[in-house]
């Protein structure tokens, strides 16, 4: 957002344009807004809106805005610094015309994760020289009665005949388009679905680099809060993704869907993934325990949480508490109230056995001594229970058990979308390679 970094210019609140205010706009080094507003004295109940006109005439919207500061000195000029969480550029919204058409979203190494390109025809035989090219076809990959995702491709190239040299460059994107309207609310909840895939795909979290938002026939560009200003480190090769578009290009529309429905299914499962890949600082420690609960919510949602029937786990129940003393009958009740529940190490077993033998050789060879580990290492972490400290794994132990069981739920996230197993098995062995070679287990 170079163009308004820095924007000088009039501003006001909502549509009371005769109280205008002079203010330079700027962004600091985490991606916030602000806006010093001089002999402004009263703001509106938080949140509002502030609209801004900048010298060259360019209409800016900032959204979801608190005073941060207030300033009166006397003699000077009183003024009141204002942050947002949106900027929108190119229109005056209020709260009501927050409803978009469709979004246009660049992401980093989409180029190279779908790696499909509109050059065809190529001739270079001694001093002549040709190419032909064309935007590649859109590829519709989730689609309802009301949304439509679609990757499209776009070219710059010269406008005349170049004399002395050419370029020509296509730039892969993501269309969100809706039949009607849909609000910031809904537009996240698509973001959320799209860029957990591609945390997938990519072994790494994916910037978002533009959103441009088109209502009726005018282009809105909108930077928010937090998003990343600097160029990321562009993926160069198929090496650098655990799969690609080319991978899953015939069953993607199927594959995607089912991914939809997983983000409100486990929702918190795929949040631990993709923070396991974002570029955090987090404690050794913290990391484990986010990863094994990630797990431990995958089977509690998405597996058999009850040992035995529920009826008959209930009069079993029944009758225990009924032999027992009265005055004690509460206290057992409370204790008995999870019995029904498969234990951690249920869990674990259950999800390492339903995975491929191949797979368990490569990485998980020994699979009794990653659930004792991760039972023990858990158990004595939450309960910081004495007895578990000399099992607990500390230190290079730990970060190569977190590893482990960060690909361990990452291969079960992967067969839940219904990718078939022999896709997933080479997928997962063709990455390990170059993504995660640390964890193979090489034969002695």
């Known amino acids: 957002m170079t163009d308004i970094l820095e924007a000088t210019g009039y501003w006001h609140f909502h549509s009371n344009i005769e109280n205008s205010f002079a203010g330079n706009l700027t962004n600091d080094e ?8 001089l002999g402004c004295t009263n703001v509106p109940d938080e949140p509002f809106i502030l609209h801004g006109t900048t010298a060259t005439g360019k209409k800016i919207t900032l959204y979801n805005c608190f005073t941060s500061s207030r300033r009166m000195s006397f003699p000077g000029i009183p003024s009141v610094e204002i942050s947002a969480i949106y900027c929108f550029t190119g229109e005056h919204l209020t709260f009501e015309s927050l409803q978009f058409n469709s979004a246009i979203l660049k992401i ?31 590829i519709t990959f989730y689609k309802t009665d009301s949304v439509e995702f679609i990757i499209l491709f776009y070219s710059t190239s010269p406008y005349f005949r170049p004399k002395h040299n050419c370029t020509v460059t ?30 997938l795909a990519y072994f790494s979290e994916p910037q978002l680099q533009e959103i441009k938002f088109k209502q009726s026939e005018k282009d809105i560009e909108c930077k ?10 562009q993926k160069s090769s198929r090496r650098n993704f655990l799969f690609t578009f080319k991978n899953i290009e ?3 529309l199927t594959i995607f869907k ?43 949602r998405r597996r058999q949480n009850e040992k035995e029937g529920k009826v008959f786990h209930k009069n079993k129940v029944a ?11 509460d206290w057992l009740k409370s204790k008995l109230h999870f019995s029904n529940e498969p234990t951690l190490n249920d869990r674990l077993e259950e999800l390492f056995n339903e995975l491929d ?3 368990k050789n490569h990485l998980f060879n020994n699979t009794e001594q990653i659930i004792s580990q991760s039972k023990n290492t858990r158990n004595y972490f939450t309960h910081y229970d004495k007895s578990l400290e000399k099992k607990a794994l500390k230190d290079s132990e730990l970060y190569y058990l977190t590893e482990r069981l960060k690909i361990f739920l990452l291969i079960i996230l992967l067969k839940e979308t219904d990718i078939d197993d022999e896709k997933v098995k080479t997928i997962v062995i063709e990455g390990s390679h170059f993504l995660f070679n640390h964890l193979i287990f090489k034969a002695k």
């Open 108 to 138: 980093s190494s989409l180029n190279e994760w779908v790696d499909i390109g509109g050059f065809n025809d190529f001739t270079n035989d001694d001093n002549n020289f040709a190419i032909t090219y064309k935007n590649p076809d859109p």
């Open 319 to 329: 009758e225990i508490i009924a032999s027992c003393p009265a005055e004690y009958q």
């Open 30 to 37: 985490n991606g916030e807004f602000s806006v010093t507003l």
């Open 170 to 199: 296509q730039d892969t994107v993501i269309l969100i388009k809706h039949n009607s309207t849909f609000n910031l609310d809904t537009f996240w909840k698509y973001i959320s679905s799209i860029k957990s895939f591609l945390t």
């Open 258 to 300: 089912k991914w939809t429905e997983l983000n409100v299914i486990i929702e918190p499962v795929i949040n631990v993934l993709q923070e396991c890949f974002g570029n955090r600082n987090i404690i050794s420690e913290n990391k484990f325990l986010n990863v094994m609960q990630g797990i431990e919510t995958f089977h509690r």
């Open 357 to 359: 033998t191949t797979l």
């Open 250 to 252: 015939n069953d993607f």
């Open 224 to 233: 928010y809060v937090g998003q990343k200003n600097e160029i990321s480190e």
